[in-house]
């Protein structure tokens, strides 16, 4: 579709922000210093109502009715695609952050000047996309801190921890697009837009992701999408989940008794099912590492043994690996889904099927280290939590 082009004083403009939390806030900050005539709807997060303060924004608790501009940044797909369809009927163009599909008006990206001797549209936008590692922010990589230190931007999953941004240019516009299972902050064709939007305006964007990009990272996908602009753009690995979790948790993804190959897995597919090669998978003298798997894990363990691997092979569940919260809990294919019937795992978790899984009884040393370092081990903590659960 063909667009007009036009241009607005922002300060004869009626334009209204739906939406009262972080995916507001960040699109807020696009309109600081623009003099901009705008209205905020919704019970404010209390940095948004700073921010608004700050502007002399309007802030109402009732939802628009009229107006020339809607941006809708409520956090929530379904509440952006009811607010977006309102405002089309109502003949009232409206912006949805990274929805283009969504939306009737399209935003130049804006951001802070970079230093005045480098002008910005001299510069050549560049993205990076850079693995940030399971967890432990002591597993990122030397080259990932160097481009997270150069960066004018910031395009984060959820899995990426808060110490890890820690360690970006202070400077850096951070951007939140993360995913998790049914609930996506942003659509994966919006992440792949404003990666183009971004690089285009001449930004050193990093596209940060947990693990490695180009392991179930959809790393592929945002880089056809640069290549296709024609725009630059390099790749900097991260040590993947199944690399860092195996070693944390002691558990070798290959041992020369036990198994001789490994394979990694989705634990869902594209469109929600679980329909994998199983007569493959349930071959003898290898180790599974299912990712994103525990909403499966019933249907993983059913499928095993009905093609043929047996109901004692060795299954280990991992939440959140690598980190100080890292629980491991082990079992066999039969029991370990009843046995995690009642618990609510903290994603991200990770399961490995394999004998190599029994090793982590004598290798295991991370759960141990991190109880020490707390004083778990001496009895200075009245009620230690689990990091080990080996039931």
């Given at each position: 579709m063909e667009l007009l082009s036009l241009q607005f004083d922002p300060r004869h403009l009626d334009a209204h922000l739906i939406g009262a939390g972080q995916a507001a806030l960040m699109m807020a900050r696009q309109f600081q210093g623009l003099d901009l005539a705008l209205t905020l709807h919704g019970e404010m997060m209390p940095a948004l109502a700073t921010l608004a303060r700050e502007e002399g924004w309007r802030c109402v608790d009732d939802m628009p009715r009229t107006g020339q501009l809607w941006v809708v940044a409520t956090g929530s797909?379904?509440?952006?695609?009811?607010?977006?369809?309102?405002?089309?009927?109502?003949?009232?163009?409206?912006?949805?952050?990274?929805?283009?599909?969504?939306?009737?008006?399209?935003?130049?990206?804006?951001?802070?000047?970079?230093?005045?001797?480098?002008?910005?549209?001299?510069?050549?936008?560049?993205?990076?996309?850079?693995?940030?590692?399971?967890?432990?922010?002591?597993?990122?990589?030397?080259?990932a801190l160097e481009r997270l230190r150069e960066a004018d931007v910031v395009i984060h999953d959820r899995l990426v921890s808060p110490e890890i941004l820690a360690l970006a240019n202070p400077q850096a516009r951070r951007l939140y697009v993360g995913k998790a299972?049914?609930?996506?902050?942003?659509?994966?064709?919006?992440?792949?837009?404003?990666?183009?939007?971004?690089?285009?305006?001449?930004?050193?964007?990093?596209?940060?992701?947990?693990?490695d990009p180009f392991i179930f990272g959809r790393g592929g996908e945002e880089l056809q999408a640069l290549a296709a602009a024609k725009l630059s753009f390099e790749v900097v690995p991260g040590i993947t989940a199944a690399t860092g979790i195996s070693a944390y948790t002691g558990i070798p993804l290959t041992h020369r008794d036990h198994a001789q190959s490994v394979r990694f897995v989705t634990g869902h597919l594209r469109n929600g099912t679980c329909d994998l090669d199983w007569q493959t998978l349930a071959a003898p003298g290898q180790t599974l590492v299912f990712y994103m798997g525990l909403g499966t894990?019933?249907?993983?363990?059913?499928?095993?043994?009905?093609?043929?691997?047996?109901?004692?092979?060795?299954?280990?569940?991992?939440?959140?690996?690598?980190?100080?919260?890292?629980?491991?809990?082990?079992?066999?294919?039969?029991?370990?889904?009843?046995?995690?019937?009642?618990?609510?795992?903290?994603?991200?978790?990770?399961?490995?099927?394999?004998e190599v899984v029994n090793l982590h009884e004598t290798l295991g040393w991370f759960a141990t280290q991190t109880a020490k370092s707390l004083g778990w081990a001496t009895g200075k903590h009245p009620s230690p939590l689990p990091l080990a659960d080996s039931r």
């Open positions: 797909a379904a509440e952006d695609a009811r607010w977006a369809e309102t405002a089309r009927q109502s003949h009232i163009g409206v912006h949805v952050p990274g929805c283009p599909e969504l939306s009737t008006v399209r935003l130049p990206v804006r951001t802070r000047a970079l230093a005045p001797e480098t002008p910005r549209a001299l510069r050549r936008g560049h993205v990076s996309l850079v693995g940030a590692g399971p967890g432990d922010p002591g597993l990122l990589t030397l080259r299972r049914s609930a996506h902050s942003v659509p994966q064709e919006g992440i792949n837009q404003s990666l183009v939007d971004w690089a285009r305006g001449g930004y050193q964007v990093v596209r940060l992701k947990g693990g894990l019933d249907t993983l363990c059913e499928q095993l043994i009905q093609h043929g691997l047996s109901g004692s092979t060795p299954i280990a569940l991992v939440e959140q690996g690598t980190t100080a919260r890292q629980r491991l809990h082990t079992g066999t294919l039969e029991n370990l889904p009843g046995r995690l019937a009642d618990l609510k795992a903290a994603p991200p978790t990770l399961i490995i099927v394999g």
